[in-house]
């Protein structure tokens, strides 16, 4: 089994930048593909990025490319998201998640962490 922890989040003014980790208890990441989802209160979950087991393929929404990146440093068994240029919108739960193979769609997600709030103040 694998536990997945988020940390990173907080309340930043627009236009602000925040950076997100994600750490497993128990697996390494290295045999996974991972990724990031949101909900905003009212709303359903949405993909935001995700990146293959190498770390070479990287996949974005169209809302937060050219703002958001994605890594993984498999040295630090840690897959962090990079959060520039931030707007009000981007307020929400984030989520980290885990699969067995690049996908952008929550419902192939093996593993979920318990979620980091995010807030932008506009």
């Known amino acids: 089994q694998v536990q997945l922890v988020e940390s990173g989040g907080g309340l930043v003014q627009a236009g602000g930048s925040l950076k997100l980790s994600c750490a497993p208890s128990?697996?390494?990441?290295?045999?996974?593909?991972m990724g990031w989802f949101r909900q905003a209160p009212g709303k359903e979950r949405e993909f935001v990025a995700a990146?293959?087991?190498?770390?070479?393929?990287?996949g974005y929404a169209d809302s937060v490319k050219g703002r958001f990146t994605i890594s993984k440093d498999n040295a630090k068994n840690t897959v962090y998201l990079r959060m520039n240029s931030l707007k009000p919108e981007d307020t929400a739960v984030y989520y980290c998640?885990?699969?067995?193979?690049?996908?952008?769609?929550?419902?192939?997600?093996?593993?979920w962490g318990q979620g980091t709030q995010v807030t932008v103040s506009s």
């Open positions: 990146i293959s087991r190498s770390g070479v393929t990287t």
């Open positions: 128990g697996r390494t990441f290295l045999t996974y593909a």
């Open positions: 998640a885990a699969t067995h193979r690049l996908t952008y769609t929550a419902s192939e997600f093996d593993y």
